[in-house]
């Protein structure tokens, strides 16, 4: 089936520039000028979006405020929303991030990049929907927890078990999306060695599940796992992760990166760290990382 996206902009030339753009690029699009019509057609048919284009600064109802209404609002709590602007300080990017633009698009930009943008939101939906599908039986069988020891090699095992404990949490999405960047670290970039711009280039041209699944079937990276030990403390959930790779300089990714917050990889350490945990911190030479997170009330014994 067809993705279908809602591309919001108030300059005719914009929407003109970014349908040409997705031509060919087995994505479909309804096309809005303005916040107001773009709300009316959301809400008119809110299941007829896989993803929203908004552009950030328009007059009436700008980008900001079309997504303050958007997030809040539960038929449109998995709907991932792409912001496009010329606004980058940091504060403006924590300021989008915060109101639940995961992901940013400066102006102007070319087609691969656009393209790589919403094949990972779109990626990044699927598999928040699917594990949302297994959290009401998850988090029973959290509440008698005190201590774990995990051991997981895959991108998809890590999207298990960050779904799983991000049950404890009483903002699990936010939970899951910083446990998951965490891990996803640990296997891609610790483990299996894929470097930033490694990683950059392989979602800008669409292969990244490819070269994961190759380096993961090396003879030298067969044997390797990321243990995650997890430990009960008053009211807080100990997470630790530790990777078998050699680890890295984590401190320019701490915060947020005005040059890095428009590629399709490389804000989630600095998201997780601002919206997930109440505290994270890398240990040794960068292999290690432990968060805290608070606990649902609903789960302490």
């Not at 403390?233 to 997470?239: D, E, G, K, R």
């Amino acid at each position: 089936m067809t993705d279908h996206l809602l591309v919001v902009d108030d300059e005719p030339i914009n929407l003109e520039i970014i349908e040409e753009y997705l031509e060919g690029s087995g994505f479909s699009a309804d096309f809005c000028a303005s916040g107001e019509s773009a709300w009316q057609a959301l809400d008119q048919n809110p299941r007829r979006y896989d993803a929203v284009l908004l552009d950030r600064m328009m007059p009436g109802l700008d980008g900001m405020a079309l997504l303050r209404r958007i997030k809040p609002d539960p038929r449109f709590n998995t709907l991932p929303v792409i912001m496009q602007t010329a606004a980058c300080s940091p504060q403006q990017i924590r300021e989008g991030l915060e109101a639940g633009a995961y992901y940013y698009l400066t102006k102007p930009y070319e087609r691969e990049g656009l393209l790589a943008i919403i094949r990972a939101a779109l990626q990044e939906a699927r598999e928040r929907t699917a594990m949302r599908q297994l959290e009401s039986e998850r988090w029973r069988g959290l509440q008698f927890l005190q201590e774990a020891r995990f051991c997981i090699r895959t991108v998809e095992e890590a999207g298990q078990l960050s779904a799983f404990l991000a049950q404890a949490s009483p903002q699990p999405e936010a939970a899951r999306l910083g446990l998951m960047e965490l891990m996803l670290n640990a296997v891609e970039h610790g483990n299996l060695g894929i470097t930033y711009a490694e990683k950059s280039r392989l979602k800008q041209t669409d292969d990244w599940h490819n070269e994961i699944a190759r380096r993961a079937g090396l003879a030298e990276n067969q044997d390797k796992v990321v243990e995650v030990r997890v430990a009960r403390q008053a009211q807080a959930l100990i997470v630790r992760i530790e990777d078998q790779g050699p680890g890295f300089d984590w401190s320019p990714y701490l915060e947020f990166s005005p040059e890095r917050a428009f590629d399709p990889n490389g804000r989630g350490i600095a998201l997780a760290r601002t919206l997930s945990f109440t505290a994270l911190e890398y240990q040794g030479k960068g292999n290690i990382v432990q968060a805290t997170l608070t606990l649902n009330t609903g789960t302490s014994t």
